[in-house]
Antibody
Protein backbone atom coordinates (compact mmCIF):
# COMPACT_ATOMS: atom_id res chain seq x y z
CA UNK A 1 0.00 0.00 0.00
CA UNK A 2 1.29 3.43 -0.95
CA UNK A 3 1.60 5.94 1.88
CA UNK A 4 2.72 9.54 1.54
CA UNK A 5 3.30 11.71 4.61
CA UNK A 6 4.09 15.39 4.24
CA UNK A 7 5.95 17.43 6.83
CA UNK A 8 7.69 20.75 7.24
CA UNK A 9 4.72 23.10 7.12
CA UNK A 10 4.96 26.11 9.42
CA UNK A 11 4.19 29.77 9.96
CA UNK A 12 6.78 31.86 8.14
CA UNK A 13 7.18 35.53 7.34
CA UNK A 14 6.85 36.84 3.82
CA UNK A 15 10.19 36.71 2.05
CA UNK A 16 11.28 33.70 4.07
CA UNK A 17 12.03 30.12 3.08
CA UNK A 18 10.67 26.71 3.98
CA UNK A 19 11.42 23.16 2.95
CA UNK A 20 8.65 20.60 2.75
CA UNK A 21 9.19 16.85 2.67
CA UNK A 22 7.03 13.95 1.64
CA UNK A 23 8.05 10.58 3.07
CA UNK A 24 7.01 7.71 0.85
CA UNK A 25 6.38 4.04 1.57
CA UNK A 26 5.04 1.39 -0.76
CA UNK A 27 6.82 3.04 -3.67
CA UNK A 28 10.35 4.09 -4.64
CA UNK A 29 10.50 7.80 -5.36
CA UNK A 30 13.48 7.41 -7.69
CA UNK A 31 11.32 5.22 -9.97
CA UNK A 32 8.17 7.32 -9.71
CA UNK A 33 6.88 10.57 -11.12
CA UNK A 34 5.89 12.78 -8.20
CA UNK A 35 4.08 16.07 -7.84
CA UNK A 36 3.06 18.80 -5.40
CA UNK A 37 -0.43 20.29 -5.34
CA UNK A 38 -1.60 23.06 -3.03
CA UNK A 39 -4.92 24.36 -1.75
CA UNK A 40 -5.35 27.81 -0.28
CA UNK A 41 -7.85 28.05 2.59
CA UNK A 42 -11.37 27.65 1.24
CA UNK A 43 -10.12 27.49 -2.34
CA UNK A 44 -9.65 24.86 -5.04
CA UNK A 45 -6.69 22.74 -6.01
CA UNK A 46 -3.65 24.28 -7.70
CA UNK A 47 -0.96 22.17 -9.29
CA UNK A 48 2.53 23.34 -8.22
CA UNK A 49 5.32 21.18 -9.60
CA UNK A 50 6.26 17.77 -11.03
CA UNK A 51 9.45 15.73 -11.16
CA UNK A 52 10.06 12.83 -13.54
CA UNK A 53 12.34 9.85 -13.01
CA UNK A 54 14.93 11.40 -15.36
CA UNK A 55 15.03 14.49 -13.08
CA UNK A 56 13.02 16.61 -15.50
CA UNK A 57 11.07 19.21 -13.51
CA UNK A 58 8.34 21.69 -14.32
CA UNK A 59 6.58 24.35 -12.30
CA UNK A 60 3.42 26.40 -12.31
CA UNK A 61 4.05 30.00 -13.40
CA UNK A 62 3.06 31.19 -9.92
CA UNK A 63 6.06 29.47 -8.30
CA UNK A 64 8.60 29.32 -11.15
CA UNK A 65 11.98 30.63 -9.98
CA UNK A 66 11.03 30.49 -6.28
CA UNK A 67 10.26 26.81 -5.63
CA UNK A 68 12.47 23.79 -6.33
CA UNK A 69 11.25 20.19 -6.39
CA UNK A 70 13.73 17.41 -5.71
CA UNK A 71 14.10 13.87 -4.45
CA UNK A 72 16.13 12.44 -1.61
CA UNK A 73 16.61 8.85 -2.71
CA UNK A 74 18.41 7.89 0.52
CA UNK A 75 15.31 8.84 2.48
CA UNK A 76 12.83 7.79 -0.22
CA UNK A 77 11.29 11.22 -0.01
CA UNK A 78 10.16 14.11 -2.17
CA UNK A 79 11.09 17.67 -1.21
CA UNK A 80 9.89 21.15 -2.07
CA UNK A 81 12.21 24.05 -1.32
CA UNK A 82 10.20 27.25 -1.16
CA UNK A 83 12.00 30.60 -1.25
CA UNK A 84 10.82 34.21 -1.39
CA UNK A 85 7.51 33.17 0.10
CA UNK A 86 4.47 35.38 -0.39
CA UNK A 87 1.18 35.61 1.48
CA UNK A 88 -0.52 34.00 -1.52
CA UNK A 89 1.59 30.86 -0.99
CA UNK A 90 -0.43 30.18 2.16
CA UNK A 91 -2.00 26.78 1.57
CA UNK A 92 -2.17 23.12 2.41
CA UNK A 93 0.51 21.38 0.37
CA UNK A 94 -0.10 17.83 -0.84
CA UNK A 95 2.34 15.45 -2.48
CA UNK A 96 0.99 12.83 -4.85
CA UNK A 97 2.16 10.02 -7.09
CA UNK A 98 1.83 10.62 -10.82
CA UNK A 99 1.06 7.68 -13.05
CA UNK A 100 3.94 7.58 -15.50
CA UNK A 101 2.97 8.22 -19.08
CA UNK A 102 -0.60 9.15 -18.22
CA UNK A 103 -0.24 11.77 -15.52
CA UNK A 104 -3.19 11.32 -13.28
CA UNK A 105 -2.52 11.45 -9.54
CA UNK A 106 -3.48 8.16 -7.93
CA UNK A 107 -2.12 8.42 -4.38
CA UNK A 108 -2.13 11.52 -2.18
CA UNK A 109 -0.73 12.46 1.21
CA UNK A 110 -2.78 14.23 3.87
CA UNK A 111 -0.96 17.52 3.42
CA UNK A 112 1.10 19.96 5.44
CA UNK A 113 0.01 23.54 6.14
CA UNK A 114 2.12 26.52 5.16
CA UNK A 115 1.11 29.94 6.45
CA UNK A 116 2.91 33.02 5.21
CA UNK A 117 2.39 36.20 7.24
CA UNK A 118 3.13 39.75 6.15
CA UNK B 1 -2.78 27.34 -21.64
CA UNK B 2 -5.71 24.98 -21.25
CA UNK B 3 -8.37 26.21 -18.82
CA UNK B 4 -10.85 23.87 -17.16
CA UNK B 5 -14.31 25.06 -16.11
CA UNK B 6 -16.94 23.19 -14.10
CA UNK B 7 -20.66 23.58 -13.59
CA UNK B 8 -22.59 24.01 -11.48
CA UNK B 9 -20.51 25.53 -8.70
CA UNK B 10 -22.79 24.03 -6.07
CA UNK B 11 -25.36 21.26 -6.20
CA UNK B 12 -27.84 20.55 -3.42
CA UNK B 13 -29.32 17.10 -3.75
CA UNK B 14 -31.12 14.39 -1.80
CA UNK B 15 -29.88 10.84 -1.18
CA UNK B 16 -30.88 8.49 -3.98
CA UNK B 17 -30.89 11.19 -6.65
CA UNK B 18 -28.99 10.91 -9.91
CA UNK B 19 -26.37 13.64 -10.17
CA UNK B 20 -24.41 14.86 -13.19
CA UNK B 21 -21.45 17.22 -12.93
CA UNK B 22 -20.00 18.94 -15.98
CA UNK B 23 -16.45 19.87 -16.91
CA UNK B 24 -15.29 21.73 -20.00
CA UNK B 25 -11.78 22.23 -21.42
CA UNK B 26 -10.87 25.37 -23.36
CA UNK B 27 -9.42 23.19 -26.11
CA UNK B 28 -9.47 19.52 -26.93
CA UNK B 29 -7.72 17.28 -24.41
CA UNK B 30 -8.77 13.98 -26.00
CA UNK B 31 -9.77 11.70 -23.10
CA UNK B 32 -7.01 12.92 -20.79
CA UNK B 33 -9.26 13.97 -17.92
CA UNK B 34 -9.34 12.79 -14.34
CA UNK B 35 -11.91 13.40 -11.62
CA UNK B 36 -11.09 13.72 -7.93
CA UNK B 37 -13.31 13.71 -4.86
CA UNK B 38 -12.43 15.74 -1.79
CA UNK B 39 -14.49 15.01 1.30
CA UNK B 40 -14.61 17.64 4.07
CA UNK B 41 -11.32 17.85 5.95
CA UNK B 42 -9.64 15.23 3.76
CA UNK B 43 -7.12 15.12 0.96
CA UNK B 44 -8.41 14.63 -2.59
CA UNK B 45 -8.75 11.09 -3.93
CA UNK B 46 -8.77 9.80 -7.50
CA UNK B 47 -12.18 8.75 -8.80
CA UNK B 48 -11.93 8.53 -12.58
CA UNK B 49 -9.08 8.63 -15.09
CA UNK B 50 -8.99 8.49 -18.87
CA UNK B 51 -12.38 10.29 -18.72
CA UNK B 52 -14.29 7.09 -17.99
CA UNK B 53 -12.22 4.50 -16.07
CA UNK B 54 -12.99 4.11 -12.39
CA UNK B 55 -10.00 4.04 -10.07
CA UNK B 56 -9.45 1.01 -7.86
CA UNK B 57 -12.08 0.72 -5.14
CA UNK B 58 -14.41 3.39 -6.52
CA UNK B 59 -18.08 2.32 -6.31
CA UNK B 60 -19.89 1.50 -9.52
CA UNK B 61 -22.38 4.34 -8.94
CA UNK B 62 -19.66 6.71 -10.16
CA UNK B 63 -19.19 6.95 -13.92
CA UNK B 64 -17.40 9.32 -16.25
CA UNK B 65 -17.89 10.15 -19.89
CA UNK B 66 -16.84 12.57 -22.59
CA UNK B 67 -13.95 13.41 -24.87
CA UNK B 68 -12.52 16.44 -26.58
CA UNK B 69 -13.76 19.41 -24.58
CA UNK B 70 -16.90 18.18 -22.81
CA UNK B 71 -16.84 15.78 -19.86
CA UNK B 72 -19.24 14.66 -17.18
CA UNK B 73 -19.23 12.75 -13.92
CA UNK B 74 -22.42 10.97 -12.95
CA UNK B 75 -23.39 9.56 -9.58
CA UNK B 76 -26.26 7.20 -10.30
CA UNK B 77 -27.73 7.18 -6.79
CA UNK B 78 -26.23 9.68 -4.41
CA UNK B 79 -25.22 8.43 -0.98
CA UNK B 80 -24.68 10.63 2.08
CA UNK B 81 -20.96 9.80 2.07
CA UNK B 82 -20.65 11.34 -1.40
CA UNK B 83 -20.85 14.90 -0.14
CA UNK B 84 -17.79 16.94 -0.91
CA UNK B 85 -16.13 18.79 -3.74
CA UNK B 86 -15.46 17.21 -7.11
CA UNK B 87 -12.62 18.45 -9.31
CA UNK B 88 -11.81 17.65 -12.91
CA UNK B 89 -8.25 17.87 -14.19
CA UNK B 90 -6.66 17.59 -17.61
CA UNK B 91 -3.25 16.09 -18.31
CA UNK B 92 -2.99 16.45 -22.09
CA UNK B 93 -0.26 19.03 -22.58
CA UNK B 94 3.44 19.60 -22.84
CA UNK B 95 5.33 20.92 -20.98
CA UNK B 96 3.43 19.14 -18.26
CA UNK B 97 0.96 21.27 -16.38
CA UNK B 98 -2.08 19.80 -14.72
CA UNK B 99 -4.74 22.44 -14.21
CA UNK B 100 -7.76 21.59 -12.13
CA UNK B 101 -11.24 22.92 -12.64
CA UNK B 102 -12.66 25.16 -9.87
CA UNK B 103 -14.71 22.29 -8.46
CA UNK B 104 -18.36 21.45 -7.89
CA UNK B 105 -19.54 21.26 -4.31
CA UNK B 106 -22.14 18.59 -3.67
CA UNK B 107 -24.32 19.22 -0.65
CA UNK B 108 -26.61 16.58 0.67
Amino acid sequence: EVQLVESGGALVQAGGSLRLSCAASGLTVSNTYMTWVRQAPGQGLEWVSVIYTNDYTHYADSVEGRFTISRDNSKNSLDLQMNSLREEDTAMYYCARVIRGNHWFDSWGRGTLVTVSS
Amino acid sequence: EIVMTQSPATLSVSPGERVTLSCRASQSVSSDVAWYQQKPGQAPGLLIYGASTRATGVPARFSGSGSGTEFSLTISSLQSEDLGIYYCQQYNNWPPAFPFGPGTKVDI
